[in-house]
């Protein structure tokens, strides 16, 4: 859990000379870009760059969003820029949500070889993946009351965000509003990322959401869609920051609370497989739903599905990680296919316990 994958393949000192030939074409020939780095846990999708900016004599500290190139492996098959830098806008402007404030989004792909957007940088502490933050760390060591806080606090961002009333316009850049239509992308997503090298396991939890499928799924939200504590960042265990939009869609609001849910035991999950203790009185599904209702008036249901289906999403996206590790050499191909999943027993686990009454 201690290595570092690969993720990019650009070089940082030429893309610092670009991004100022690109900033000075935006305010002006005096602008300057330097101390240019990726964060020590850059992002497995998106490349994360920082730098400060400086023009008209102010220094902006500043973080780079950029798509990756394709010879990366990408994790996933397309990333629409636009439609990140637009809703970390309306989640700051209209619910009210500390979204990374936006400065720029760059459509055309010659000033760096990608689009990419730009936006302040925010200080503060993130739960970590790497070592994830169920082995050790701040987090690990807060009081139960600090823990809490951040949960709540944390499940307060998600409650805000679907509670916010937005325009069919607003959310027409996202995907198609509903759960099969999610359900639906998450299978074109599986066949794009594991077509030529199926993986039975995931396979099986396709099948089995069909069986649990819920006869009313809900009214659906504006979701953040990858909304897990270690894309939030906190001072004195209070949101400061939320990042990571690229998986936003329109659907009900326990695809947002499931996830949020699960990345946790996925954590707590590897911490117990490791014969530690990890926190595991922590982002428990009932206390998450639990504020989430007081906070919204909506109690969540069908949990039995949702997780699952989380655990199946992030299923897909861990194989294809694992895609990746092949081709940078990091990894070798598995004789059982199941074995790309890095949670296999756990998603065996639910497979097994939720097996329809005949």
């Known amino acids: 859990m201690t290595e570092q994958m690969r993720t990019s393949t650009r070089d940082l000192e030429e893309l610092r000379r670009r991004a100022t030939v690109w900033l000075r074409s935006k305010v002006g020939d005096s602008a300057t870009v330097s101390e240019m780095s990726r964060p020590s846990e850059n992002g497995m999708s998106s490349e994360t760059l920082f730098f400060t900016a400086t023009w008209n004599g102010r220094a902006t500290r500043c973080v780079a969003r950029l798509a990756p190139a394709r010879e990366a492996v990408p994790v996933f098959p397309s990333y629409d820029l636009e439609s990140q830098f ?41 739960p970590a993946d790497v070592m994830p933050y169920t082995f050790g760390g701040w987090l690990y060591d807060a009081s139960p009351e600090d823990r809490r806080r951040l949960q709540d606090g944390s499940v307060a961002v998600v409650a805000a965000l679907h509670r916010t009333a937005f325009t069919p316009a607003e959310l027409a850049p996202f995907s198609a509003p509903g759960l099969r239509a999610h359900v639906d992308a998450q299978r074109a997503y599986y066949e794009w990322a594991h077509g030529a090298y ?60 499931s996830w949020m849910i699960f990345l946790h035991r996925f954590f707590q999950d590897l911490t117990a497989s490791a014969g530690l203790p990890g926190m595991p009185d922590f982002m428990r599904a009932e206390d998450v739903c639990r504020t989430y209702a007081d906070l919204t008036g909506h109690e969540p249901r069908h ?30 191909r598995p004789d059982d296919p199941d074995d790309m999943v890095l949670h296999r027993a756990t998603i065996e686990e639910l497979l097994a316990g939720y097996e329809p009454a005949s």
Not at 89 to 115: V, Y
Not at 303 to 332: C, D, K, N, P, S
């Open 303 to 332: 949990l039995h599905f949702y997780e699952l289906y989380a655990a199946l999403r992030h299923g897909i996206v861990m194989a294809r990680i694992w895609q990746r590790r092949i081709h940078f050499g990091e990894q070798t």
């Open 198 to 257: 199926r993986i039975p396991l995931l396979e099986r939890a396709f099948d089995r959401l069909e069986r649990l499928w819920p006869d009313d799924p809900g009214t659906d939200v504006l979701l953040w869609g990858d909304a897990r504590i270690g894309n939030l960042m906190f001072q004195d265990f209070t949101p400061v920051a939320v990042f990571d939009w690229e998986m936003a869609a329109v659907g009900p609001c326990e695809l947002d609370l």
């Open 86 to 126: 637009a809703i970390m806008r309306l989640a700051r402007e209209k619910a009210g949500i500390p979204a990374p404030r936006t400065l720029w989004f760059e459509p055309d792909p010659g000033p760096l070889g990608t689009p990419f957007i730009v936006m302040e940088r925010a200080d503060g502490e993130v």
